[in-house]
């Protein structure tokens, strides 16, 4: 018998037909061969490799991303996914045999794990990182065998628009889409209509419908994250949430301050600092506040010289409200200290770094995610001081620490829980793909 597919919600016909053609297509099994994902692979890293100059020009007009920044923090992970899935492909798919916990009961029988794709899938893509952010996830559910529909951000316009167009004429059309447009879209997307099944003339009873989509995974800001796990949950769809947070940045009196701070500023001010485990704050050892300042300092100047506004290294933040929303925490500084930096310039989305000396605990910086190139720094006297700090707060998407004192490095690490935690050094452990992803569940 036909299958039919009827969307009972008013909503895009264009996006309605779309979605109707995927679900169409996964029930044919289209997806379940490993040939069929193996060739959807190999069309993805196609994209990447012979677009990689229009992927270079759009980041550039979205977030002044310099070429090699693009290369390194966009293009590359995604390569070493593509990578990582077409060797391992074969093994992940595989039907695992399990033991027989009970041979009086289970004896005569064969248990299996068998992995399988979810279905149709929604990605709802940043504007951060939205080539990695969108390939590197899409490696993984063309992997599992899902078809997906992609809704890249409109806040970065110029790559929203190349995958757009250019996506299509490498992936199987029948089994993904990119679906554009703002707020209203991604509504109109998260409102899950229930899907009307109708075989020979019998329809199903609503209560037993599927919903749109089989799984849904959203990267973004820990408020919007709020609203689409709502939506999921109106009908129990399962979603995975890659979302922002502060990761705190502990500075004791043992580190190798030069070293600190070379490692702080590439995490901090790559992307403009608009990175979801950027080092967030900084918490100092009050024995070398001045000192690591001083080496702060130095390395923004030779980063970025006299002037980053002309620097083709330093970025730009996304649009105006994120620009204004950064600026109020120079402007109300409060207490505190501006020690370097403090300037902006709105009709060029430019802020400059800037460190702000003596935050105190209720400081805009302090309790939202920056995700913009401002350094605040708290001093401690003792490490419990840290612990205290950090564990009366949501707990840490990464929590960065510098130091030469292996018991201090072990007592934060046995006191504090992060999403991931790493020494002497910042960003690493995000391209390391042998690790399970840096989430806190």
Known sequence: ????????????????????????????????????????????????????????????????????????????????????????????????????????????????????????????????????????????????????????????????????????????????????????????????????????????????????FDFVFFTGSINVGRIVMEACGKHLTPVCLELGGKSPTIVDETSNLYMAARRICFGKFINCSQSCIAPDYLLVQETVVDGLISELTNVIHSMFGDNPQTSDSYGRIVNNRHFNRIKSMIVEHRDSEIVLGGKYDESDLYIEPTIIKNVSADHPAMIEEIFGPIIPIKSYESLSECVEFINLRQKPLALYMFSSDNDNIEYINSRTSSGAFLCNDSLSHATCNSLPYFSIF
């Open 1 to 212: 018998n036909t299958l039919q597919l009827i969307l009972s919600y008013v909503m895009d016909p264009s996006h309605a037909n779309t979605i109707i053609r995927l679900r169409n297509s996964y029930l044919s099994g289209k997806t379940l061969s490993l040939e069929w994902r193996m060739s959807q692979l190999e069309q993805l890293h196609k994209f990447a490799f012979e677009n990689e100059k229009e992927i270079c020009e759009a980041l550039k007009k979205d977030l002044n991303k310099n070429e090699n920044e693009v290369k390194m923090s966009e293009l590359s992970m995604a390569f070493e996914d593509l990578k990582l899935a077409a060797e391992n492909l074969e093994e992940w798919t595989a039907v695992r045999k399990v033991k027989s916990p009970n041979m009086l009961i289970f004896g005569l029988d064969t248990i299996q794990i068998k992995p399988e794709p979810y279905g149709v899938c929604l990605m709802i893509c940043p504007w951060n990182y939205p080539i990695q952010l969108t390939l590197v996830p899409l490696v993984g559910m063309i992997a599992a065998g899902n078809c997906v529909i992609l809704k890249p951000s409109e806040l970065a316009p110029a790559v929203e628009q190349l995958l757009a167009t250019k996506l299509p004429e490498y992936l199987d059309n029948d089994c993904f889409a990119v679906i554009t447009g703002s707020v209203k879209e991604t509504q109109s997307l998260l409102s899950q209509p229930q899907l009307n099944y109708s075989i020979a003339n019998s329809m199903v009873p609503p209560s037993v419908r599927p919903s749109m």
